[in-house]
């Protein structure tokens, strides 16, 4: 038998799965984004045109939608990647109990992601009993207390961003420790023998060598953050355009089942929109990785 056609064979399995349930609704979604007039009940459309995106583009909810995504993505990308490092880096110096430092940090990643929006809820949120743990912390070095929940928009986002980097650094704590014990240790005999201080030997040998892994984390987490809907929910309930909080994904469905429901076209356009976003800004991190490493 040929062998590109064996190949071909080993393919097609996955091949198959990939088009029945990722190039098939792509393309089905492409073509509900422009469909004007969709009647959801008749499966009907008024003609074929740009209207939902324009629709979309103008619709105050996705505004907002798309303004708190994109302020959750710049503060939690950059901020939980440098964290992360800065305790892998700090994990691989310590030789006593770096085991169970590393299981201590992972546990927040294998735990319930509602669960833990229920404790930070229970933390931050405001009370007839009582203003949270947080507030008495606030209160106990001479603050005043801060509706953090129901509040203003800014405690709310910045609740919102603590909880996302909370969330997500665990599984980047696990690769850059990973990343870091991979590096080869001779690099660092021979630096010392030439007398090379610390800081050096971290910005010129440790860095560049995990710096792939770095751009992996970074692209990563800028496709999760665009993805954004279920941290949320867990802290600000399912009505999230009274709270102020809505997300790109939550809008999509909140089109598709909320109580705005009913409308595919819109949240396909959306959706596309979502998608363009995030391909373009996967597209300039691989380019930029690609120059600099």
């Not at 393309?27 to 939902?52: C, H, M, P, R, W």
Request: contains cysteine; glycine residues 6%.
């Amino acid at each position: 038998m040929n062998k590109n056609l064996k190949g071909f064979l080993y393919l097609l399995p996955a091949l198959l799965f990939l088009s029945v349930f990722m190039i098939y609704p792509l393309i089905d979604v492409l073509i509900y984004s422009f469909e004007e007039g969709y009647n959801f009940a008749s499966q009907t459309y008024k003609g074929i045109g740009l209207y939902n995106y324009f629709y979309v583009l103008r619709d105050p909810y996705f505004i907002q939608a798309l303004k708190n995504t994109f302020i959750i993505v710049i503060i939690t990308v950059p901020v939980s990647t440098g964290l992360a490092l800065v305790i892998a880096y700090l994990l691989s110096l310590i030789k006593p109990l770096r085991d169970f430092f590393q299981t201590v940090y992972f546990l927040p990643y294998v735990t319930n992601t509602l669960a833990v929006g229920l404790v930070f809820m229970i933390l931050f949120k405001k009370t007839p009993y009582s203003d949270g743990l947080i507030n008495v912390l606030i209160n106990a070095f001479g603050g005043s207390s801060v509706d953090f929940i129901d509040g203003p928009y800014a405690a709310k986002m910045f609740v919102m961003c603590f909880y996302t980097i909370w969330v997500v650094l665990p599984f980047k704590i696990l690769i850059l420790t990973s990343a870091l014990a991979s590096v080869d240790p001779n690099y660092y005999k021979a630096a010392k023998v030439d007398g090379t201080g610390s800081f050096r030997i971290f910005f010129r040998i440790t860095l560049p060598m995990i710096s792939p892994m770095i751009f992996y984390l970074i692209i990563t987490g800028f496709i999760g953050a665009f993805k954004a809907y279920s941290d949320e929910v867990a802290l600000f309930g399912t009505d999230l355009n009274s709270a102020g909080m809505n997300t790109i994904v939550g809008y999509i469905y909140d089109m598709l089942y909320g109580d705005s429901g009913g409308y595919p076209s819109y949240a396909a356009a959306a959706a596309l929109i979502l998608f363009i976003i995030v391909l373009t800004i996967t597209c300039i991190n691989l380019l930029i990785s690609k120059r600099k490493y």
